[in-house]
């Protein structure tokens, strides 16, 4: 019965992790985060492509996910990540994943990058999410937020501020008048980290402690 209630309260296209949501209540925070955030950018696409632009990105593509040096995280999102990766990531990818974490050194490709793919893909961050290139791919260790900023899709704000007055209760700001006061100053910014410095390694080690836990309990 409760399963069915939380599937029907979920909005058509936005992920569902109805059991995980239970037990994890930001988790619900941020995937109806991650559904505004991806609807503002199908919009923003739409109104490109309406002036004939399409975007270079493309399966495959991911000179980004190796060579750029400031790719924007919250904390929540991290939260977001350490979740996916220490519960839900199986098999051969698994191993890659931990590996990479482990090894990781500041400026290495991102950790999450598996045989050119995103492994994280549904719980990519906001920033990941919203970098889509037009005209041209992105050449090796260039990034064009700062070589070619035109070339750049700009979000359509409603939706990337809707998403952040989402996830503010995370943080313990649940006044809606106090969320909105700390996107209109940016302050909502002041938490945020980069990929590339975070600390990869003990989220391997996390990982590994799930992975002994779950032996045990065999
Ligand atoms: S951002 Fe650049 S490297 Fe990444 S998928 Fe798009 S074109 Fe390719
Ligand atoms: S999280 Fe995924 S999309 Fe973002 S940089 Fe890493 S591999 Fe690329």
């Given at each position: 019965?409760?399963?069915?209630?939380?599937k029907?309260?979920v909005r058509?296209?936005r992920?569902?992790f109805?059991s995980?949501?239970?037990?994890h209540?930001w988790l619900?925070?941020?995937?109806?985060a991650?559904y505004?955030a991806?609807k503002?950018?199908?919009?923003?696409l739409k109104?490109?492509a309406r002036?004939?632009?399409?975007?270079?990105?493309a399966k495959?593509?991911s000179h980004?996910?190796?060579t750029?040096?400031?790719?924007?995280?919250y904390?929540?999102?991290l939260?977001?990540?350490?979740?996916?990766v220490t519960?839900?990531i199986?098999?051969?990818e698994?191993?890659?994943?931990k590996t990479?974490?482990?090894?990781?050194e500041e400026?290495?490709?991102?950790?999450f990058?598996v045989?050119?793919?995103?492994s994280v893909?549904p719980?990519r961050?906001?920033?990941?999410r919203?970098?889509?290139v037009f005209?041209?791919p992105?050449a090796?260790?260039?990034?064009p937020y700062?070589t070619?900023?035109?070339?750049?899709?700009?979000?359509?704000?409603?939706?990337t501020d809707?998403?952040?007055?989402?996830?503010l209760?995370f943080?313990?700001i649940?006044s809606?008048a106090?969320?909105w006061?700390?996107i209109?100053?940016g302050?909502?910014?002041h938490?945020?980290k980069?990929?590339?410095?975070?600390?990869w390694?003990?989220?391997?080690?996390?990982?590994?402690?799930f992975?002994s836990?779950?032996?045990?309990d065999?």
């Open positions: 019965m409760e399963e069915k209630k939380a029907k309260t058509q296209g992920l569902n109805a995980d949501e239970k037990v209540p619900s925070m941020l995937l109806e991650y505004l991806d503002g950018i199908a919009e923003a109104a490109e002036k004939g632009r399409r975007p270079a990105c495959g593509c980004c996910c190796k750029h040096q400031t790719i924007p995280v904390p929540i999102e939260v977001g990540l350490s979740w996916y519960e839900k199986n098999g051969p698994r191993g890659v994943i990479q974490l482990n090894n990781y400026n290495d490709p991102c950790p990058l045989e050119g793919a995103c893909h719980l961050p906001v920033s990941c919203q970098f889509n005209n041209k992105c090796e260790g260039e990034d700062y070619r900023r035109e070339d750049v899709l700009t979000p359509i704000r409603k939706y809707r998403a952040f007055f989402i996830m209760p943080y313990g649940r809606e106090e969320r006061k700390i209109e100053s302050a909502v910014h938490v945020v980069l990929m590339q410095t975070c600390n390694k003990s989220l391997a080690e996390k990982m590994e402690e992975d836990k779950m032996m045990d065999k």
